[in-house]
Nanobody
């Protein structure tokens, strides 16, 4: 398996900011495609961002311009900075990882390793 431990989720007001963290392993941060997805039952899990080993990032249209994915290789940690939050961002957020080629198809799914999730609630 791949160690993926999310943290940082909490309740915030509309317009606020939040940074999620995902603690992982040195192997994962240096060798795997990594990303973030979110889920609101009963809907399917929605991929929202991905980052390649070389740092290139990409985003779903729903979060582009407001969310930023990044990684700190020295700390073996993946981040998701979320700005200008709206109530529709309320969801369980999951850190994800998989082999490098998944970064070419991540919007269609493909991540096979998941953390336990961290809840974000945005109130109006």
């Amino acid at each position: 398996g791949v160690k993926l431990e999310e943290s940082g989720g909490r309740s915030v007001q509309t317009g606020g900011s939040l940074r999620l963290s995902c603690a992982t392993s040195q192997h994962a941060i240096n060798n795997l495609c990594m990303g973030w997805s979110r889920e609101v039952p009963p809907f399917a899990r929605e991929p929202i961002a991905a980052i390649e080993v070389d740092g290139r990032d990409s985003y779903a249209d729903s979060v582009k311009g407001r969310f930023t994915i990044s990684q700190d290789n020295a700390k073996n940690t993946l981040y998701l900075q979320m700005n200008s939050l709206k109530p529709e961002a309320t969801a369980m957020y999951y850190c994800a990882a998989d082999r490098r080629w998944v970064c070419g198809v991540w919007l269609s799914g493909g991540f096979g390793y998941w953390g336990q999730g961290t809840q974000v609630t945005v109130s109006s």
